[in-house]
């Protein structure tokens, strides 16, 4: 009995001084400058460093961030490769829609771009291509006039020049506050791949999170490959705007890039980190017999 | 004046005809074909053939229905991916014939659905879009009564452009842009005003080319207006008849790509124009 007791009082010291000497071995903490971000799907904090470094993908559950233009053109061309075409464009408010160009201006600083798409001309490890990247950062990456015009000129600059188009979408669909221009936009990209076609030029449309609306439904479906970034949302309508036509819930999973990938709308679901791989392999499968397409 | 308000107003009237009434006025002989060969026949889209002052014409409309039956029938005149389908089907096979196309424009929109995301409405409305701009035969389009956004659009790339008088044109329902831009779906009528999409504000933005005057209105007297319009195809057709294929296409790219309005350089704005 008396043994136990003794026992005990000898392990309780030891637990106390183990724990008064983990206590002084803390060490006082170097407070980061930078934020954590709350992942949008596991709820994780995620350090933003971590985050740049990882392209914008949560380190736990692997759902892919939102990502500007910029720093997609870094992930995907090769160093000091890119040159802007069309930076010149600039959006007016051509109906007079009431707030238009506060939006506007703070698109312009969230995504310190002109507009919500930037084109141009670059390589992927060393292979020439035309590409177009949205920005959903800049009013979610809506298409109004200047989108349009912008995403018809890069189409009509590589038909000129022959060269394969990659463009990236984003977006939440036509511009709200250029009305009918915004709809108008649909023909005229769409129209300009109907000539890209006929030149026998290759387009590869990769779709991000989100694309839908009248982007879904005109450039962005229309890739001789359509690619769907993982953790994605793809679709035309508006998931409330279904929800309130149809008026029951949605199914699992509906309008994810699984979904376009089951129901046969894409040709490939790729995770970011291989997007850069993928778009080099089907380029280069693109040039055995063709060469003088690139 | 009439506001834009009151457009919308009268261009959802009941009394309004739909568009198989003007079809039987303008193509007494037509005959209907269905189905899009692949999945259904969507009945939001009425495709087939009928002659008008000696000509044959593939026609292709959007059908909202009359009575209640009719209207659940034809989807209140919201077409799924087969509809927009068929259409391109019946497009295809009209330039095969070298015969004109006419596209009746009048929905409120594509479906939003399920099924209709499971078949491709995206897809299938942005083929439509390039498509047409390659199809080989002049393409007349007519907005009736309701033209809603891409479900519009899907039928609606023309060589001629026309719109009614007190129809409308938009990228959204006036009830949808009130609850995206107020947060409130009764404001409607104040986003009608803004919206710009009247037929004379369209024609201001050079979207469309020409309005068709209704007189009294479709919903009083519609042989009025369909006269009006008949004598606008059957201009349109010769005219575009007389156009050799290159031409044609050229003059269909060139309208689309002028639409817009944007500043270049920082200094002029580059309007649309035709």
Not at chain 1, 31 to 53: M, N, V
Not at chain 1, 186 to 214: Q, R
Not at chain 2, 100 to 113: E, F, K, Q, R, V
Request: charged share 25%; net charge neutral; hydrophobic share 40%.
């Amino acid at each position: 009995m008396n043994d136990f007791l003794t026992e005990r009082k000898k392990k309780l010291e030891d637990f106390k001084r183990n724990v008064r000497k983990k206590t002084t071995t803390y060490e006082p903490i170097d407070i980061p400058d930078g934020i954590f971000i709350k992942c949008d799907q596991c709820g994780a904090a995620i350090y933003e460093k971590t985050l740049i470094t990882n392209h914008y993908i949560c380190p736990y559950c692997d759902y892919h961030f939102r990502m500007g233009a910029k720093k997609r053109l870094e992930m995907i061309v090769d160093e000091g490769s890119f040159t802007e075409i069309d930076q010149k464009l600039s959006s007016v408010n051509p109906l007079n829609m009431p707030d238009y160009e506060e939006k506007l201006a703070i698109g312009k600083k969230l995504s310190d771009m002109e507009e919500a798409f930037l084109s141009g001309t670059a390589t992927i490890v060393k292979m020439d291509v035309a590409i177009g990247i949205l920005d959903s950062q800049f009013m979610m990456g809506s298409m109004g006039s200047t989108v349009g015009e912008k995403v018809t000129r890069l189409i009509e600059y590589a038909t000129d020049k022959k060269l394969p188009l990659i463009i990236f979408s984003a977006s939440g669909g036509a511009r709200m506050q250029e009305g009918i221009l915004s709809l108008m936009q649909m023909t005229k990209t769409s129209a300009a791949l109907h000539y890209f076609d006929e030149a026998g030029l290759l387009y590869i449309s990769v779709m991000t999170n989100p694309t839908t609306g009248g982007v879904a439904a005109s450039f962005a479906s229309l890739g001789d490959i359509n690619i769907a970034e993982h953790s994605s949302l793809i679709g035309f309508a508006g998931a409330r705007v279904i929800k309130q036509t149809i008026r029951q819930d949605l199914p699992e999973g509906f309008q994810t890039d699984k979904f376009q990938l089951d129901h046969g709308m894409v040709d490939l679901v790729v995770h970011r980190r291989d997007l850069r791989k993928t778009l080099y392999k089907l380029l280069s499968l693109h040039t055995t017999k063709r060469g003088e397409s690139l | 004046m009439t506001t834009a308000w009151e457009r919308v107003k009268l261009a959802r009237h009941h009394e309004r005809p739909t568009a198989i009434k003007l079809i039987k006025s303008l193509f007494p002989d037509f005959i209907e074909l269905h189905g899009d060969r692949m999945f259904a026949d969507d009945k939001a889209i009425i495709g087939g053939l009928g002659t008008l002052n000696g000509i044959t014409f593939t026609v292709i409309a959007e059908e909202k229905g009359v009575t209640t039956d009719d209207k659940i029938m034809h989807n209140f005149g919201m077409p799924h991916p087969e509809g927009y389908r068929k259409a391109l089907r019946l497009m295809k096979q009209a330039e095969k014939f070298h015969r004109p196309i006419l596209c009746i424009i009048d929905t409120p929109g594509a479906y939003p659905g399920i099924g209709a995301e499971e078949r491709g409405q995206a897809s299938a409305i942005a083929t439509n879009l390039k498509e047409m701009m390659g199809l080989k035969t002049p393409i007349i389009v007519v907005v009736l009564s309701e033209g809603g956004s891409g479900g519009a659009l899907a039928i609606g790339v023309g060589d001629h452009v026309y719109m009614f008088e007190n129809s409308i044109y938009a990228i959204l329902s006036p009830e949808g842009y009130a609850s995206i831009i107020y947060k409130d779906s009764q404001k409607a009528d104040v986003a009608a005003e803004l919206m710009k999409l009247t037929a004379e504000d369209l024609l201001h933005f050079h979207v469309i080319d020409e309005i068709i005057q209704e007189g009294e209105g479709l919903h009083i007297n519609p042989d009025f207006g369909f006269d009006e319009l008949k004598k606008r195809i059957i201009k349109s057709q010769k005219k575009l008849a007389s156009y050799d294929v290159k031409k044609l296409l050229k003059s269909r790219y060139q309208k689309f790509r002028t639409m817009g309005v944007y500043r270049e350089q920082g200094e002029q704005e580059n309007e649309s124009t035709t």
